[in-house]
C-alpha cells in the first residue's frame, strides 16, 4: 500500500506530479473501485452530458449530503490527511472520466497561491460582531479535530502550522475543484492531462492545476474553484455584444494553448466555464488534449492543391482512390485516426479521418458553440454517430462543398438523401429559421451579420483556411467584444454570499 504526497503548487519547475511513500495504516485502497477496461486512445470519445449541479446553494457543512460525506471519507481514505487540506462542500459536475467537487481549501494560507488571480484584489472585511464567536467555535471544532488527526498521523508539525493559521479571524473561504478522476482512464491519458496543464499554468484563460495526487490508480487533480453558470442558462439571453465578449474569452485561451501546440480537442461549452457577472470564462478538461503532431501521419489536405489533385488522379486511376459508392469487397487499408471529442463538436476533418490534424479542430468547435448562441438552439447538432454528423453538416453546406471537403483528405462523399440539396444553406438563413424569423421581413441585424461573417470563418469546412485563434482576435466582431468588456469589480457575488453566510452562523 501506498500513501500520496502532492506535488508542490503552481511554480516554475519541472512538475512532479506523484510520488508513493511508505504506507500507514490509514492508506487502504479503496475497496468498492471498479477496475475498468482503459479505453482505446485512438477509439471515438462521446461525452454524456456532464450533468452539473452547481447552482452555488448553501455551501455550510450541514447541507454536506450523505453521498458527498460517503466520498470525503473515500479520499480521506485513500489520502490520509486529506481531510485537513480540503472540506468537500458538493459534487459539481460529473463528466465521463471524472467526478469534480467543489471543496474548501483549508490550507490556503500554509502554500505559495500564485494561482490565485483574485488574491491581488482580495479586501479583508471587518468581521461582523457577533462572527468571532461561531469562528472561535468553529475553529477549535476544526482544531480539536486537526489534532487528532495529527496525532493519529503524526504530521503534526505541518498541522500545527495550519492550525495556527486557523486561530486567526476567518478569512473568506478559499474554494478548490477536485477532479477525482476515475480509475478506468489509462495512466497516459491522465498523466497527459496532467503534463498539458503543467505546461499551460501561465495562461490566466486556462484553469492552472494548483497540485495532484495519486494513491495507487486513484488520481485526484486539485484546480482553483472557477464559479461559472450552466450554459444553458444564459446563451438565449445573450446580446451581440455579449456573445463577443464570451468568445473573446474563449479565443484567448485557444490563442495561448494554440500557441504552445496544443490540441484541446474537446471543445464545448461544459468545457469552458464561464461567468457572466465578471464576463470571465476559463478553459477546463484537457482528458482529450494532445500536442500537435503527435502520431500523425501525412495527410492530403497539407499538400499543395496541385499535387493534392495529381495524387488522387493517380490513385483514382490505380483503383485505391476514392469510390463513387461504396464497394462490396473493399480491399483498401482501414485508415485510423483520433477521433477522440464529442458529438456534434467534431470537426469535418475529424469526421473524414484526417490523419494529420491540427489546431483548427478547436476552431470549429468554437464555431459551433456561436452557432448554437445564435441559433437558440442547443445542442444544435444533434448526431447519433459520425455518419449522421456528416448527414447534418452537408444538409448545412451541400453536396458540393462537402464532397470538396472530402477530397481534401482523399475521401468520397456520395449521398442521395433528398435534404442534401447542391449548395445547402446559409448560416444566416438557418439561423433566422432557427430563430422563428423570415428573411424578407425582418433579417439578421448589423451586429450579428458581423457575427455570422465571423461564424462562416470559423466554420470553414477547409481547416487552412478557417481562421486560427491570433487571427480571430484581430477580428471586427471579436474587437466589439474588447470594447464591450466590464470592469471588473473584485468583489464577486459569491464572495458576498459568503459574507452573508457566516453573519447569517452568527
Ligand atoms: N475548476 C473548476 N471550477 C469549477 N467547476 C469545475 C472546475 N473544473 C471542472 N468543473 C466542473 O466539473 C465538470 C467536469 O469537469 P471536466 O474537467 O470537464 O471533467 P471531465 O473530463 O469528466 O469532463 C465541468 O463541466 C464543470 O462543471
Ligand atoms: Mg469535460
Not at 461525452?47 to 452555488?56: G, K
Not at 465521463?96 to 484584489?121: C, G, H, I, P, R
Not at 492531462?193 to 495532484?212: F, K, S
Not at 456534434?344 to 470549429?364: N, S
Request: glycine share 4%; with cysteine; net charge negative.
Amino acid at each position: 500500500m501506498a500513501t500520496t504526497v502532492s506535488a508542490p503548487r503552481r511554480r516554475a519547475e519541472e512538475f512532479r506530479i506523484h510520488e508513493d511513500v511508505p504506507s500507514t495504516a490509514d492508506t487502504e485502497m479503496n475497496e468498492d473501485v471498479v477496475h475498468g477496461e482503459e479505453e482505446e486512445e485512438a477509439e471515438p470519445v462521446e461525452e454524456a452530458e456532464e450533468q452539473e449541479t452547481d447552482d452555488d446553494g448553501s455551501d455550510d457543512e450541514a447541507s454536506v449530503d450523505s453521498n458527498t460525506q460517503l466520498d470525503m471519507e473515500k479520499l480521506q481514505n485513500s489520502f490520509p490527511g486529506f481531510r485537513n487540506k480540503y472540506r468537500l462542500i458538493k459534487r459539481i459536475g460529473e463528466g465521463t472520466f471524472s467526478t469534480v467537487y467543489k471543496a474548501e481549501d483549508l490550507q490556503y494560507d500554509y502554500y505559495d497561491n500564485s494561482w490565485d488571480l483574485d488574491k491581488e484584489n482580495e479586501k479583508w472585511t471587518p468581521p461582523p460582531l457577533k462572527r468571532t464567536d461561531y469562528s472561535t467555535q468553529h475553529t477549535s471544532q476544526t482544531l480539536d479535530h486537526a489534532q487528532r488527526s495529527a496525532q493519529t498521523l503524526g504530521h503534526s508539525s505541518a498541522t500545527l502550522d495550519y492550525m495556527q493559521h486557523r486561530e486567526q479571524p476567518r478569512r473568506r473561504p478559499k474554494y478548490v475543484a477536485i477532479k477525482k478522476i476515475y480509475v478506468t482512464s489509462s495512466p497516459t491519458r491522465i498523466l497527459n492531462e496532467l503534463e498539458l496543464l503543467h505546461d499551460l499554468r501561465d495562461c490566466q484563460a486556462v484553469c492552472p492545476l494548483i497540485t495532484a495526487f495519486r494513491h495507487t490508480d486513484q488520481v485526484v487533480a486539485i484546480l482553483p474553484y472557477f464559479r461559472h453558470t450552466d450554459f444553458r442558462e444564459y446563451f438565449r439571453k445573450m446580446t451581440v455584444p455579449d456573445m463577443a465578449i464570451y468568445l473573446r474569452s474563449l479565443f484567448t485561451a485557444l490563442s495561448y494553448v494554440h500557441h504552445k501546440g496544443i490540441i484541446h480537442r474537446d471543445i464545448k461549452p461544459t468545457n469552458f466555464l464561464y461567468d457572466p457577472t465578471s464576463q470571465r470564462g476559463v478553459l477546463v478538461d484537457f482528458g482529450l488534449a494532445e500536442r500537435e503532431g503527435t502520431e500523425c501521419k501525412p495527410c492530403l489536405c497539407h499538400d499543395d492543391p496541385n499535387v493534392r489533385r495529381s495524387r488522387l488522379r493517380a490513385a483514382h486511376l490505380a483503383g485505391t482512390g476514392p469510390h463513387n459508392g461504396y464497394p462490396k469487397q473493399d480491399t483498401r487499408p482501414s485508415r485510423r485516426a483520433n477521433r477522440a471529442g464529442t458529438r456534434g463538436f467534431r470537426a469535418p476533418e475529424v469526421l473524414f479521418k484526417c490523419t494529420e490534424q491540427t489546431t483548427k479542430i478547436d476552431i470549429w468547435s468554437a464555431g459551433v458553440i456561436l452557432l448554437t448562441i445564435l441559433s437558440r438552439r442547443f445542442p444544435f447538432f444533434n448526431s447519433a454517430d459520425d455518419v449522421e454528423a456528416m448527414i447534418e453538416i452537408a444538409t448545412i453546406f451541400g453536396h458540393r462543398r462537402m464532397r470538396a471537403a472530402g477530397q481534401l483528405h482523399g475521401c468520397m462523399f456520395e449521398t442521395t438523401i433528398p435534404t442534401i440539396g447542391n449548395v445547402g444553406f446559409s448560416f444566416e438563413r438557418i439561423i433566422l429559421w432557427s430563430t422563428c424569423r423570415s428573411d424578407d421581413r425582418e433579417g439578421l441585424s448589423k451586429d450579428e451579420k458581423m457575427a455570422v461573417e465571423f461564424l462562416a470563418r470559423c466554420m470553414d469546412l477547409d481547416p487552412s483556411r478557417r481562421i486560427s485563434a491570433v487571427e480571430a482576435l484581430d477580428h471586427p466582431f471579436l474587437m466589439m467584444g474588447m470594447d464591450e468588456t466590464i470592469e471588473g469589480t473584485g468583489e464577486t457575488e459569491e464572495d458576498e454570499m459568503d459574507i452573508i453566510k457566516v453573519q447569517d452562523h452568527a
